[in-house]
């Protein structure tokens, strides 16, 4: 059975640590949207990342998480998650792009993920707001005593009203005294299934959704995952904390 990230007694100071973090990371991650332009290159926008996390006097949470190379997460089009920001992997008009960024404060992470096109792209702005539209309503239904599977239970039916498909690999998890902690939160799933959502447990919620395919395959980096139809990915993800009636999003500005 899945625990609390923090006992009763650490709560309110934990909890204060992780919304300032939040609200930075939230700043970061919108600044990093703000400068993906026609030609801007991933490695740009992830050096804009690590720079501001450091001004702040945090740490990148990616950057060295099992070898990973990077601050950001900086994924294009078919690419799902675990996208390398490289020199060569330049925005053009009409892309999909994906920002996904970690952030450490006094120890404790907050992790959040943004989707967005630049130029137009009717068919990623459909997908895109079927992400938006899971998170904004698995956090208006966790509270303490759901399930991680009326979470999946959610998520997936909002894909399926939305005619896209559930990336089954991909799942939320627990943040807070490390990136990646349980519960694990799949996109998917029964209500009234697996672990219970407790008071007190800081999460990340990230419904990630594509036009054509619920599987991918892995690149030659070993990292870049992409959709193994080539279909266009798309990502929302907030960092939460569930408190006695609901829950709290903390990237967000204060």
């Known amino acids: ?13 934990k909890y204060q640590i992780m919304r300032q973090a939040g609200a930075w990371l939230y700043e970061i991650l919108h600044g990093a949207k703000a400068r ?24 990148p949470s990616f950057l060295g998480y099992q070898n990973f190379p990077n601050s950001l997460v900086f994924c294009l089009n078919h690419e799902v998650v675990h996208g390398i ?6 925005i053009s008009d009409g892309d999909l792009v994906t920002l996904d960024l970690g952030l450490t404060h006094q120890g404790l992470v907050v992790d959040s993920a943004i989707s967005f096109v630049v130029g137009q792209n009717p068919d990623a702005e459909k997908l895109i707001k079927a992400t938006r539209s899971a998170l904004e309503t698995v956090i208006a239904i966790i509270r303490p005593g759901i399930r991680v599977g ?58 990630i959704f594509s ?7 892995t690149l030659s ?15 929302s993800e907030h960092s939460i904390f569930v408190t006695a009636d609901g829950c709290e999003v903390l990237t967000k500005p204060l």
């Open 1 to 13: 059975m899945s625990q609390p990230n923090f006992s009763q007694s650490e709560f309110q100071s």
């Open 36 to 59: 993906c332009q026609p030609g801007a290159s991933g490695i740009d926008i992830d050096r804009f990342c690590y720079q501001e996390i450091k001004a702040k006097k945090c740490e």
């Open 85 to 90: 920001p490289t020199a060569d992997k330049v």
């Open 150 to 207: 009326d979470i999946g239970h959610v998520v997936e039916s909002i894909a399926n009203n939305n005619n896209v498909k559930v990336i089954y690999e991909c799942a939320g998890h627990g943040v807070g005294p490390s990136l990646h902690s349980p519960p694990n939160i799949p996109n998917y799933g029964q209500p009234n299934q697996g672990h219970e959502i407790k008071e007190g447990m800081a999460l990340a919620i990230e419904p």
């Open 211 to 217: 036009l054509g395919t619920n599987y991918t395959n």
């Open 221 to 235: 980096d070993r990292w870049t995952v992409v959709t193994d139809d080539g279909s266009l990915c798309a990502q």
